[in-house]
Structures are given as C-alpha cells and as structure tokens.
C-alpha cells in the first residue's frame, strides 16, 4: 500500500454525477477507492496468462427477426468446438432472446469468441465472464 | 463533450502497471479514455432505476461437495419464484461446478438474489451480468 | 384383470426377432406382457386432456450446416411463446448438434409444437416427453 | 415387408378402448399398424449395442423440498463424469422443479446413470430418451 502514484482521466460532467450516484448507493465514501475497485477487477478478469485454462459464459441479447443470425451464431458456437460446453437460450419478448454460452478453454481462444459473436449484426448487448477452476479461484 | 471534467484516483504502482498493461493489450491510447469506458460501463450496469425490469444472467463457480450447498442453491432460486427462468449446470472437474441462473424481473430484486447466491459458502467466484430487454437495449 | 380381451399385429419377422432380443434383456418372460406394457406407457403419454396444463421437453438432433434450419427452430419456439421455457444446446459433433426445448403449457400445444419441429429438415431425431406438474404425477 | 408373421397380446378391455382412442387421434386406420410403430419405437431405443457411444438426455420432475435430494442429483452427475455434459433446471411450481440432464456416452452408461438418478426418492416422473450421433441417426 506504500508505494501509491497518481493518475487521472477527464470526463463529461455528466456522467461523472451518475458516476458519483451509483458509487453512493454502493457505499463508497470516495471516489478514488470505487476508481481503484473497477481497475483492480477488470485487471482480474483481463490479466490472465492468454494459454491458462479457464471457464467462463457469454451472455448476449439478440434480435431472432435478424436474417441468419441465429444460424451464425451456431456456426460460431461450432467452430469453436469442444470450448464451447453448453448454450441455453430463454425467449425474453417477442423480439428478444437471451442465450448464455458456457465455455472452457485457453483464456484467449474464450475472448476471440466473445469478441466474434458480440461484432454479430443483431446481438445487442453482451458480457463475457471469465472465471477459473480449481485452486486458482478467489 | 464539451464540459469536459478531470478527476484522480491513487493507487498501487504495481496496479497501475498491470493495468497499462491490460489496456495496452486491448488497444487503447491513453489511461483517460479507458477509465472513462470502465465507469460508463459500470454505469450502464449498475445505475437502472430499481423497479426496471431487466434480464440478467448470475455465472457461479462451486465446490458441489460443500454439504448441502445445492439445496440452498435450488431453495434460493425457488423463493425467488418466477424471476428465475432456468439455470444451467456444467461439471468443470472432479470438484467444481459451473451454473448459470438466467433471471428476469426488477433489477433491485436480481441484485439481491444474487448477492444471496454468491454469499453462500462453497460458492467460490461469481458475476451478476444486468442486460436490458427491448429498446433500452445499448 | 379379470375382462382380458386379444388383439394381434403382423410385423415384419426381422423385427419381431430384434423385439425378442430386447425385451428378453429387460427381463421380460413374455411378449404379451412387453406389448401390453408399452401400449400402456403410450397411454400414459398420450391419453391427456388436450387442456390440461403438462411440462415436457423435446429432444432433437439436427445438422447446424442445413442453411436456415437454425433460425427456423428460434423463429417456431419464439412463435409458441411463454410455452418454450428454455432451450439448451450442446455440439456432439463436427455436423450434429442436441437440443432440448424446455416447455409448459396446454398439452395440445406443446405436442402440436413438437410435432412442427420434428417435421423440419434437416431435424435427424427427436422425441417428446411429456410429464405432470403437481399432485397429478405418478 | 414380404416376411410377415403374426403375434398377438392380451389385454384389459378397458386399456384397449383408450388404446383405440389415443391412435385414432393420431391418425392410425388400424390397431396393427399402430403396435408395430411402438414396437419399433422401443426397438430404436433399446437395441444398441450396449458399447454404442450415443447421446441422450433424461427429463425428470422432482419435489425439490425433499432434504438432500439436490445434493444427490449433482453427486450423481459428478460421479458420471464427463459423460454428463450439461443440465438444465427450471421451476415448475412452489414445489416442483423440472431438469434435464444432456449425456454423451456408451449406451450402457447412460441407462444406468438414468435408472440411478430415477430411483431416487423425491424424483416423481422420468423419462431418459436416448438417440445416435452421425450417420446412424433415421
């Protein structure tokens, strides 16, 4: 903890009051620790050796009334072979779908098809989580 | 983008090199800009009015020979009635699991389940993703 | 018992040896017992007031590479609407693929969406499980 | 189809009459025609090679307030390994849930985790429905 530097990032004032609102409501007191929180946990999920095995599920929304993306989507999914564990899919409205993806795999082969499927015309929103197994886990 | 505010964050040197790092990896130019990205996306995660209905899906990693870890697991879902959709098990290993709970309902009420799943023991890594449904979709 | 009436099928003897074959190593002492048996389970499967509220799940194996049959199984699960709970997909192969649509609802419907997608191209295997909720299972 | 041969079953009246009503429904002209298509239905399922490597998923609906249960289920399916490739949960009713379990594995192996997991107490109705991979599938 000695050894503390300093940075800084400029941003609308906008959206460092909606920043401010939702870091209270999450009981920060300020807001270099809830800045520090976010850097340390996108560290954890993005700082993995890129050949380590790891587990971790895509979640996406999309639009089904998109031409063939459903299509692409499998073919992605079968592409990618045996990292690709399980997708379940869940009909949210008329217009939309929600499918998880479960991985396993080489942590950068898990982020290129996250990557690929999220560019997909018609998928709206989408997460990918990267998790690990065994003793590694915190 | 014209009112444009700068804010500071201190924190570890080691953190911050690590983090270069990682968005150095990912393309970006500079510390502000990624910054600004990781607080808007925290933003557009966490800061939904409570009584929104949105989808979300909670990614869990457990030990399944933790006693009774899933009964809780199936209890704490099912008091939750009808905001869970359907859950998805994968076995990663001799010991762990992989589940994923597909929820929707109001974003207040997804939050606490799964603040409740992931504070049982046994559940050892967990991330609650809050996607939107229809054209709030971003 | 006591009101036993006869009834007969011609089949072909081939499959008369395979059925043979089969019971024989469910540990059957008798085919009329066999017939008897499964003529009751279609009963059981079948025999449901179109009305009645039942869960099922469809299993199906089909080829991804049949163009469009992927958007054609989104687009027939999206149309029966809040019948199709969920549907999981695993890739058993470089061609085949598994799903099974979770579904509730009038037993009609479900058995009318069953057979709508079994009859799709490109859709190799597929079977219909219907089940009871509640104090009417057995 | 030249090579016919004649059996014949003995059955309760009753049975008989629901048995002519369900196939009547179905589309069946005659009782022959109808039992010679369940005969090789069962046939289909049963008579692989019992170190056949083939897919399946059993659907079963259990009562998820019966103690331990949940636990058994993961430790039966843990205990099956890799020949268990997904599960898929959803909650029917307060106290009813419905799985199913995805399996890729000898024909053997499937049917006794299948009989395994049915035969545990709070698991109401099940069903295991096996099917083939690649080109054997019709």
Not at 26 to 40: F, T
Not at 44 to 67: F, Q
Request: glycine share 8%; with cysteine; hydrophobic share 35%.
């Amino acid at each position: 903890m000695a050894d503390l530097v300093r940075t800084g990032v400029s941003l609308e004032r906008e959206l460092l009051k909606r920043f401010d609102k939702v870091i209270g409501r999450k009981g920060y007191q300020n807001r270099s620790k809830a800045i520090r929180d976010i850097i340390r946990e996108l560290i954890v999920e993005e700082d993995t050796d890129e050949n380590k095995i790891v587990a971790g599920t895509l979640t996406m929304v999309y639009d089904h009334h998109r031409p063939n993306l459903a299509d692409k989507l499998i073919e992605a999914q079968h592409h990618a072979g045996s990292k690709v564990l399980a997708a379940t899919h869940v009909h949210l409205s008329h217009d939309y779908c929600l499918e998880v993806v479960i991985m396993k795999g080489r942590s950068e082969d898990l982020r290129r098809l996250g990557d690929q499927i999220l560019s997909l015309r018609g998928v709206k929103h989408g997460r990918l989580v990267i998790t690990t197994t065994g003793k590694n886990l915190k």
